[in-house]
Nanobody
């Protein structure tokens, strides 16, 4: 059983940046693909970016392309979501989730992730 904990959320002005962290307990982190998702008020949870166990990246949503970057460090069981040029439309609860997969697979379907964190709130407003 893995535990997933997100952090780094908060309030930021439009145009600002935030870096979210995802720390995972356990010693099998490098066997999981990792995805970042978000859920805005009144909307379904949506996938943003997915990174394979070996660091390969797959874009999951065009709305963040060029603004958000996903990365991971298997040595310390941590992943990050760097978010730049934030706008009010990015206000949401952001979640990190893991999916057991083969090396190199970058597939993070929202309905088939194995472990989820509780999320961290990001608010973008002036």
């Amino acid at each position: 059983q893995l535990q997933v904990v997100e952090s780094g959320g908060g309030s930021v002005q439009p145009g600002g940046s935030l870096r979210l962290s995802c720390v995972v307990s356990g010693n099998t982190f490098d066997r999981y693909a990792l995805g970042w998702f978000r859920q805005a008020p009144g909307k379904d949870r949506a996938g943003l970016l997915c990174i394979g166990s070996d660091g390969r990246v797959r874009d999951s949503s065009g709305s963040v392309k060029g603004r958000f970057t996903i990365s991971r460090n298997n040595a310390n069981n941590t992943a990050w979501l760097q978010m730049n040029s934030l706008g009010p439309e990015d206000t949401a609860v952001y979640y990190c989730a893991l999916r057991r997969t083969n090396v190199g697979t970058t597939y993070c379907p929202r309905n088939d992730m194995d472990y989820w964190g509780k999320g961290t709130l990001v608010t973008v407003s002036s």
